[in-house]
C-alpha cells in the first residue's frame, strides 16, 4: 500500500506531466531523455519521471521526494531573481514556520561553520554555487542552488573569543514563485542536511 508521502508525490507528478514534456523540460529546466527529467537537486543528479523520483539511483519516497514532485508541480516559466535575498521571516505566513525554520536550517549548521569554509569548494562544486556574493555580510557567505530555480544564500560567522559561530540563511528574491512556503522551508533544511553530509564525508 501506499505511504501517505507516495500519494501526494503521485498527485504532484500527474499534475506536473499535465504541463506537457517540452513545458516541463524548459521550465524545471531539465533535460530530457523520453519522459524522464534530470536535473541536480540538493546537491545530488535528480531524476523525476512519472512513475517517482531518484537521488543518485536510488528511489526517494520521503520528505525530498516530495519536495521535488512540488518543485515541478509549480514549475513555471520564470526565471531566478536572486536580489534583494529575503529571510524566511519576512516572506507572507511564515511566522509559524520561524521557529523550526532556524533550528532546521541555521542552528543545525553552527557546530559545522569551519568544517563548511574548510570544504567550500566541494559545496559550491555540487550545489552549482559561487562565493563571496556582493554585498553579503559574514566571514564567508555561500550561494548555493539546491533545486535549478531556487537559490539561497548562507552567511557564516567564524566563532572567535567572543561570539560563537553563526549561520543566516536567506532566499532568492521570487523563491516562493517556484515553491510553496512550507515547501521552502524544507529545501532549506535538506539543504542544510546535505552540507553536513558533505562536509563529514570522505577527505
Do not use: W
Not at 546537491?43 to 519536495?67: H, R, V
Not at 553563526?166 to 532566499?171: G, I, P, Q, V
Amino acid at each position: 500500500m501506499a505511504t501517505h508521502y507516495e500519494k501526494i508525490i503521485q498527485e504532484n507528478l500527474t499534475r506536473a506531466y499535465q504541463k506537457g514534456e517540452m513545458k516541463l523540460e524548459e521550465m524545471l529546466p531539465a533535460t530530457r531523455d523520453g519522459r524522464r527529467f534530470v536535473f541536480r537537486a540538493f546537491g545530488e543528479e535528480c531524476s523525476l519521471e512519472p512513475e517517482g523520483i531518484t537521488f543518485s539511483g536510488q528511489t526517494d519516497t520521503g520528505p525530498k521526494g516530495l519536495i521535488i514532485s512540488l518543485y515541478a508541480a509549480h514549475s513555471n516559466p520564470g526565471s531566478v531573481i536572486l536580489e534583494p535575498f529575503k529571510a524566511f521571516k519576512d516572506l507572507p505566513g511564515s511566522m509559524p514556520y520561524q521557529g523550526a525554520f532556524t533550528v532546521n536550517s541555521e542552528r543545525v549548521l553552527v557546530p559545522h561553520v569551519l568544517k563548511i569554509k574548510e570544504r567550500a569548494d566541494l559545496i559550491l562544486q555540487c550545489f552549482s554555487g559561487q562565493s563571496h556574493t556582493q554585498g553579503a555580510a559574514g566571514d564567508f557567505s555561500l550561494l548555493l542552488y539546491p533545486l535549478p530555480k531556487i537559490a539561497l544564500l548562507f552567511i557564516f560567522y567564524l566563532p572567535d573569543e567572543d561570539f560563537p559561530a553563526s549561520a543566516t540563511c536567506l532566499f532568492s528574491a521570487n523563491a516562493i514563485s517556484f515553491m510553496p512556503l512550507d515547501g521552502l522551508a524544507d529545501v532549506a533544511e535538506y539543504t542544510a542536511k546535505a552540507l553536513i553530509t558533505l562536509v563529514h564525508g570522505p577527505s
